[in-house]
């Protein structure tokens, strides 16, 4: 059922599987009680690059051959999931441990795997389908839930599809970000963070494409249900797409791994390694060009009242310097990691989460790490949120331009460190750096014996989050999308 002779391993290069992926996706966030727990706790419309990278690590975890390191990985996900419950804005209840809702989510990947074959020309036979649906219903169970959630045959299995996608599915916020806001406004990658208008002139093309496919490939009745428009061509389109994903397959096999194609997606000219190198002096070039043609055709200054230069340089009293950043600018790009214009717990649990994610941690040390976060948002909550509605809003951030360094922040500095250092030797040495990083050392914080102490790491960690400091390793972390 798992491993590289899996039917779903052999999926997961195929480059018709982005397409089935977005697809699934949009699925699941047509379920009310994933739509909700989306919309209230998910760092995707900011981060969906990040969030993403993190997925298919997910999954290759689980479909690995490594039976330990599935049950780590499905003990990580328990964990995880039964921190997202709560009550959306209709007051209706949601709990991603909800067994039915998780049957939805593997049901959506299935189905999705299964579509993409079929509008690719290449329709899946009957056994090969059984065989894919058995690893998926074999997935859900390596999660720890009964069987029963899933239909055990695969006629079952359309009739319980059929049935959600008619009774159970709605026009949720969340699809509605994901179809008409995410697409149409997608951050950039870290590859092509320094390159807004190459960014920007692709993704007014493609955005828009990109949802017109979703939409076209959705199933009738509920694009009807749901009053989803439908462009003209639309489904000529996704054909034409589906069609091109497959014919992309007979491309080298490195160019279209998913681990390549996303790890170049990622690459920073801020990490380190040759590629880095290359990255940043490709970028420094198109900057040079990118300022003569600026100095020959000067943009006149905006005079909208938003504040322009002043606002990025440090209105609150951080310094214009190139390494600081406003106050405003610091809320947006740093603490809001929901997207949702306010600072609430779900965004420094989502700061948590990334950290847990990128450094594997078992049940203590998530715990011990969550509950600094959690301290440190109480403290927040106590000082800035004047009006009592329980969230902090940019304004009531920017109006106080706080000192963050209180004694819950410094907390979750210290906890960062323990949890980073995994040998507990009080040092943090290149290896225990790069899991959390993804970079070698930096110069500031390594001492004479090549190791980061536990005073040189807090610091570099408070001078970031209280002075609103622009940060090589920080940035990366908790900015990136």
């Given at each position: 059922?798992?491993?590289?002779?899996?039917?779903?391993?052999?999926?997961?290069?195929?480059?018709?599987?982005?397409?089935?992926?977005?697809?699934?996706?949009?699925?699941?966030?047509?379920?009310?009680?994933?739509?909700?727990?989306?919309?209230?706790?998910?760092?995707?419309?900011?981060?969906?690059?990040?969030?993403?990278?993190?997925?298919?690590?997910?999954?290759?975890?689980?479909?690995?051959?490594?039976?330990?390191?599935?049950?780590?990985?499905?003990?990580?996900?328990n964990?995880?999931?039964?921190?997202?419950?709560?009550?959306?804005?209709?007051?209706?209840?949601?709990?991603?441990?909800?067994?039915?809702?998780?049957?939805?989510?593997?049901?959506?990947?299935?189905?999705?795997?299964?579509?993409?074959?079929?509008?690719?020309?290449?329709?899946?036979?009957?056994?090969?389908?059984?065989?894919?649906?058995?690893?998926f219903?074999a997935?859900?169970?390596?999660?720890?839930?009964?069987?029963?959630?899933?239909?055990?045959?695969?006629?079952?299995?359309?009739?319980?599809?059929?049935?959600?996608?008619?009774?159970?599915?709605?026009?949720?916020?969340?699809?509605?970000?994901?179809?008409?806001?995410?697409f149409?406004?997608?951050?950039?990658p870290?590859?092509?963070?320094?390159?807004?208008?190459?960014?920007?002139?692709?993704?007014?093309?493609?955005?828009?494409?990109?949802?017109?496919?979703?939409?076209?490939?959705?199933?009738?009745?509920f694009?009807?249900?749901?009053?989803?428009?439908?462009?003209?061509?639309?489904?000529?389109?996704?054909?034409?797409?589906?069609m091109?994903?497959?014919?992309?397959?007979?491309?080298?096999?490195?160019?279209?791994?998913?681990?390549?194609?996303?790890?170049?997606?990622?690459?920073?000219?801020?990490?380190?390694?040759?590629?880095?190198?290359?990255?940043?002096?490709?970028?420094?070039?198109?900057?040079?060009?990118?300022?003569?043609?600026?100095?020959?055709?000067?943009?006149?200054?905006?005079?909208?009242?938003?504040?322009?230069?002043?606002?990025?340089?440090?209105?609150?009293?951080?310094?214009?310097?190139?390494?600081?950043?406003?106050?405003?600018?610091?809320?947006?790009?740093?603490?809001?990691?929901?997207?949702?214009?306010?600072?609430?717990?779900?965004?420094?649990?989502?700061?948590?989460?990334?950290?847990?994610?990128?450094?594997?941690?078992?049940?203590?040390?998530?715990?011990?790490?969550?509950?600094?976060?959690?301290?440190?948002?109480?403290?927040?909550q106590?000082?800035?949120?004047?009006?009592?509605?329980?969230?902090?809003?940019?304004?009531e951030?920017?109006?106080?331009?706080?000192?963050?360094?209180?004694?819950?922040l410094?907390?979750?500095?210290?906890?960062?460190?323990?949890?980073?250092?995994?040998?507990?030797?009080?040092?943090?040495?290149?290896?225990?750096?790069?899991?959390?990083?993804?970079?070698?050392?930096?110069?500031?914080?390594?001492?004479?014996?090549?190791?980061?102490?536990?005073?040189?790491?807090?610091?570099?960690?408070?001078?970031?989050?209280?002075?609103?400091?622009?940060?090589?390793?920080?940035?990366?972390?908790?900015?990136?999308?």
């Amino acid at each position: 059922m798992f491993g590289p002779d899996s039917q779903f391993h052999r999926f997961f290069n195929d480059p018709r599987w982005a397409l089935a992926v977005v697809r699934a996706t949009v699925l699941e966030a047509a379920h009310p009680q994933i739509g909700a727990a989306l919309a209230d706790n998910s760092s995707f419309v900011v981060h969906p690059w990040r969030r993403l990278g993190n997925t298919l690590v997910s999954l290759q975890r689980m479909f690995g051959a490594d039976e330990d390191v599935r049950q780590r990985e499905a003990a990580r996900l328990n964990r995880l999931h039964a921190r997202l419950s709560g009550t959306d804005a209709r007051s209706g209840p949601y709990d991603a441990m909800d067994p039915e809702v998780r049957a939805w989510v593997v049901a959506t990947l299935f189905e999705s795997s299964v579509t993409m074959c079929r509008l690719s020309g290449q329709p899946l036979d009957q056994v090969t389908m059984e065989r894919l649906y058995a690893e998926f219903q074999a997935f859900l169970a390596a999660l720890g839930d009964e069987a029963g959630h899933l239909p055990p045959t695969l006629p079952g299995f359309w009739q319980y599809y059929d049935r959600m996608v008619a009774e159970e599915l709605q026009n949720t916020e969340a699809l509605r970000i994901i179809l008409f806001r995410l697409f149409e406004h997608l951050p950039a990658p870290p590859l092509f963070a320094g390159l807004p208008t190459v960014w920007a002139a692709g993704r007014a093309l493609a955005g828009p494409v990109i949802g017109a496919i979703t939409v076209a490939s959705l199933p009738e009745v509920f694009r009807r249900r749901a009053g989803l428009p439908e462009v003209p061509g639309a489904q000529t389109l996704m054909q034409s797409a589906y069609m091109a994903a497959r014919l992309a397959r007979a491309l080298p096999d490195n160019w279209i791994q998913t681990e390549n194609v996303v790890g170049l997606l990622q690459l920073s000219p801020d990490g380190d390694g040759p590629w880095a190198e290359k990255l940043s002096t490709l970028r420094d070039r198109t900057k040079r060009a990118g300022a003569l043609f600026r100095l020959l055709t000067p943009v006149p200054a905006q005079q909208d009242g938003t504040g322009g230069a002043e606002e990025a340089g440090g209105s609150s009293g951080t310094g214009g310097a190139e390494n600081r950043r406003g106050a405003r600018e610091f809320f947006s790009e740093v603490l809001d990691q929901t997207g949702d214009g306010y600072l609430d717990w779900p965004d420094l649990a989502a700061m948590a989460r990334e950290i847990c994610s990128r450094l594997d941690l078992d049940e203590p040390a998530e715990t011990r790490l969550y509950d600094a976060f959690a301290a440190w948002w109480r403290e927040l909550q106590a000082a800035l949120d004047s009006d009592g509605d329980g969230r902090v809003s940019e304004e009531e951030y920017a109006a106080a331009a706080p000192s963050l360094a209180g004694p819950a922040l410094i907390r979750v500095a210290e906890v960062l460190f323990g949890v980073t250092d995994a040998d507990g030797d009080q040092f943090i040495d290149a290896e225990e750096y790069r899991a959390l990083f993804r970079k070698g050392f930096g110069r500031s914080v390594v001492d004479a014996e090549g190791r980061c102490s536990r005073s040189a790491f807090v610091r570099d960690f408070l001078s970031f989050m209280s002075g609103r400091r622009r940060s090589t390793l920080y940035d990366p972390l908790l900015s990136d999308a």
